[in-house]
């Protein structure tokens, strides 16, 4: 039996621009089970992050949410209160961005920052504390962590910060960790670190992963499964095994087109994302995904493909729906 600990139904986010409504994301759905990685991939403007932002209640308010159920464990995520969700932040449900200092305040030591997170959420001593500090800045690797504490966030490398902000996201124990890009702006040495370190802990800790990321090359083998995004949709999830071995949605093969690989045997892009993105306060008619498609026909441009699901996962497109006119079975 799985034992969901997030759950999304129908989530959809419209931000009014002075240009219209943005259309971020347009009717989702997914579950993730404790102990898996889920990530959610897909370009700018897709919606992934600010996927990643409503499950936690830190959109910004000119964001509109509507969605038929989102529940994190117990939690109605709809219903709950601003103090419900700062209880559930940091604590349950912990998050890491891409850039360290979105989370790390300036002007306070690396230490007062670890101590007082645990000391928020937990009734504990400024020792106990700061011993559990020490425990997971050596299990970031993080060494010299006793003079790490006093230190200001900007004496710290760009990889240090990261690997400090994971151990500030780690102190309450969370349940479920979101991890928005978090190491796109690392060197790519210091990025498999991190990525490294991640799978350990999840080993260790017996984490939940929500993964975000434009780059399927980095989620490849952290992830479990993968919800592929395209302009506030998602086209296509699947295994990671399954999505990388058989991706059945264009999209998803040019994405894993567009993945350097040193082995040219290990497959030719289809289909290359030449065109631009869509502008999501416009998006395309029928198929949003049409006008960079090489498999578009005209029915794409007028009908939007329905969600197929199975035990295996899902998709949307047309060429994979029995029952549209341009079925062709297996096309993967
Ligand atoms: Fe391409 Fe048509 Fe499938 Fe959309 S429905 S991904 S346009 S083939």
Known sequence: MTDTILSVKNLTLDIPTGSGMLHAVRGIDFDLNRGETLSIVGESGSGKSLTALAVIGLLGISIQRRADAMRFEEVDLLKANRRTLRNLRGNRVAMIFQEPMTSLNPAYMIGDQLIETLKLHRTVSTEMARQRALELLEKVGITAAESRLGQYPHQLSGGLRQRVMIALALMCEPDLL??????????????????????ELRREFGLTYLFISHDLAVIEHLATRVAVMYLGRIVEEASVADLFDRPRHPYTRALLGSVLTPDPTQGVPETALGTAYPNPIDPPSGCAFHPRCPLATAHCKTVGPRPLHSPTGRVECHLEDPESPLFKGDTA
């Open 178 to 199: 979101i991890a928005d890009e978090p190491t796109t702006a690392l060197d790519v040495s210091v990025q498999s670190q991190i990525l490294n370190l991640l799978g």
